[in-house]
């Protein structure tokens, strides 16, 4: 869900999801794929390949790598399509997680 009266995200009017909406997804998906709520965040890598619809249901899947549990792999999905992609690297605070 997508508030575009959030006056930063949605400084102008548009119909796309904004990038900075979708890097913040990526950051919220890869902390709760990890389970660690509070993590930092040491990196984020996107790539957009299309402008993702505001109007379009859209998914965000998140996936851990298999080599490294601070690494996430994040696509967003509009209609069976991956739109933007990204890697979530967390610096976990082990105290906090």
């Given at each position: 869900?997508?508030?575009?009266?959030?006056?930063?995200?949605?400084?102008?009017?548009?119909?796309?999801?904004?990038?900075?909406?979708?890097?913040?997804?990526?950051?919220q998906s890869?902390?709760?794929?990890?389970?660690?709520?509070?993590?930092?965040?040491?990196?984020?890598?996107?790539?957009?390949?299309?402008?993702?619809?505001?109007?379009?249901?859209?998914?965000?899947?998140?996936?851990?790598?298999?080599?490294?549990?601070?690494?996430?792999?994040?696509?967003?999905?509009?209609?069976?399509?991956?739109?933007?992609?990204?890697?979530?690297?967390?610096?976990?605070?082990?105290?906090?997680?």
């Amino acid at each position: 869900r997508v508030d575009d009266r959030h006056p930063v995200l949605f400084d102008h009017p548009s119909d796309h999801v904004p990038g900075m909406l979708l890097l913040e997804a990526f950051r919220q998906s890869a902390r709760a794929a990890c389970g660690c709520p509070d993590a930092d965040i040491a990196l984020i890598e996107a790539t957009y390949h299309r402008f993702v619809e505001l109007d379009e249901p859209a998914n965000v899947v998140a996936r851990i790598d298999a080599h490294d549990p601070w690494i996430v792999r994040t696509t967003v999905e509009q209609w069976g399509e991956v739109l933007a992609s990204g890697v979530v690297r967390l610096a976990p605070d082990r105290s906090r997680c």
